[in-house]
């Protein structure tokens, strides 16, 4: 009788990634158009880094340095809000687009908040 896999056994390995190579990686995924936030989730996932700034830098400072230009997270917040509300004018029925554009926009605005505070 064969075995049963765990789930542990399943689960792909990510590859690790060099202290040298980081920041060349983060440079990299800037320049294909990620953000600094969705940078921090691939080089978690693939790269199995899990806190950069753990390494001495911030992912912004990083790119900061190597004058590699990106959007905040509210840039991408607000493409996502009117891109989801062109899809509902033309799709009325679609619930659960109405419900993303409530919860977007919600997002939205706790992080407009938190960039006031911060300064």
Known sequence: MAKAKSTKEEKKVPERA????????????AKKGNSPSKIGIILKEKYGVDKIKLLGKKITKILKDNNVSYDKDSVFINKKVKNMESHFS??????????????????????????????
């Open 18 to 29: 060099k202290l040298e190579d980081i920041e060349a990686i983060v440079v990299d995924l």
């Open 90 to 119: 033309k799709n009325k029925q679609d619930k659960r687009a109405e419900r993303d554009i409530v919860r977007y926009i919600s997002l939205r605005k706790r992080i407009s908040n938190y960039e006031l505070k911060r300064g």
